[in-house]
């Protein structure tokens, strides 16, 4: 509570108080006595709005401690006062709409990075036979790294790592959290519905709607997370800068003698059966890359194992970066102010708390 009690005594030091009124809370739910705090009427600093909502809440002792630890990075950026924490929290934080469109729309260097990436976990594995199962896996080790990779970089934004202060701006980057309860989605409040496109499938950004963390269906968000969104986005990148557009399957020479016809036939066959997709196939750097995700999305063969992995890995990274006291604070504390909103209980004059004039 030393935090807490640090922004309080500024708060008093630099303000004259006014009309003052006494709010006396009920904190049966940590078992402690009422807390009488002195407040200027409805201007009261941030931290005397919202510790004695959140004491009341069935946020625990170390939750509270983490949105303690937030807040005090907030009042060091001038965020004092319930309205401009909502301002903070409509102007910055990204929903789970806004990162689709802030991944279709990432600069190629991030792209590139996770290529490059996968191709170095691909030179790490141990080659076993030269045949196509072994290729396919192979394949899809490239293609899982590299999608990892873009996730840590563009969603949990690992690449800014080396830099140790804690802002609103990186914590409010990331619309996902995941908990004991699931996985929450910082969303508008209209829910996640498709666009017309692989690139909306999130929904359509709009920042006039309200947001809220939304308890989701974690196996359809991951799935649509990878596939639609991350694929797409390297898809993209890759077609532009390595492969090019598709290419018809030459026919193959008639040949007069049936021995070496069925032995190019063999082949042929070995190499292209999976990736000759209505005779056109993509050709160039990368190409089996290109043409293993194009094998997914048309015929789906080996799609299952991949994804399953791919969110066993990304579920990883994402646990790891919640497990940290800054971004449970950011969690909780945006939780509990947008549930406040809606009710005009937190910002418009927190009407849970019982007040008495003196």
């Keep these: 509570m030393a935090a807490l009690d640090f922004m ?50 069935s946020l625990s002792s170390q939750e509270i401690k983490c949105v303690e630890k937030v807040l005090l990075m907030l009042r060091k950026e001038g965020i004092t006062t319930p309205d401009a924490l909502q301002n903070l929290i409509n102007e910055k934080s990204v929903t789970i709409q806004q990162l689709a469109e802030d991944i279709k729309n990432s600069n190629d260097q991030e792209c ?19 045949t196509k199962q072994e290729t396919n896996r192979l394949i899809d080790v490239h293609l899982r790294h590299s999608v990892v990779h873009l996730f840590q970089n563009l969603v949990l934004k690992k690449a800014g790592e080396e830099d140790l202060h804690m802002t609103s701006d990186s914590l409010a980057t990331n619309p996902l959290y995941l908990s004991r309860g699931g996985l929450s989605v910082w969303s508008q409040n209209q829910g996640i519905k498709p666009g017309r496109t692989a690139a909306t499938k999130f929904g359509i950004p709009d920042k006039q709607q309200l947001c809220s963390w939304l308890l989701v269906q974690e196996d359809r968000l991951w799935r649509t997370l990878i596939m639609d969104v991350l694929i797409s986005r390297l898809e993209d990148f890759l077609i532009e800068e390595h492969t090019g557009p598709m290419k018809k399957v030459k026919d193959k020479p008639e040949i007069e003698d049936p021995v070496k016809y069925l032995m190019l036939k063999t082949i042929v066959e070995d190499d292209e059966e999976d990736y000759n997709i209505g005779g056109y196939r993509y050709e160039g750097k990368y190409s089996e890359l290109m043409n293993r995700i194009r094998g997914f999305k048309n015929e789906g063969v080996g799609k299952e194992a991949f994804i399953t992995v791919s969110i066993v890995d990304m579920k990883k990274h994402l646990n790891e970066t919640c497990k940290q006291a800054s971004n449970k604070g950011w969690f909780h504390l945006t939780n509990h102010t947008t549930e406040q909103r ?10 849970q708390l019982r007040i008495t004039s003196n």
Excluded at 112 to 127: N, P, S, W, Y
């Design 112 to 130: 590139d990075a996770a290529i490059e990436h996968g191709a170095t976990e691909v030179a790490k594995q141990k080659r076993t036979k030269e």
């Design 8 to 57: 309080r005594e500024n708060e008093k030091q630099s303000s004259v108080i006014n009309n003052t009124q006494t709010i006396n809370t009920d904190n049966s739910v940590n078992n402690s006595t009422s807390v009488v705090i002195n407040v200027q009427g409805n201007l009261c600093g941030l931290s005397e709005t919202l510790t004695p909502t959140l004491k009341s809440s």
């Design 342 to 351: 809606d009710a005009q209980k937190l910002i418009a004059g927190a009407e």
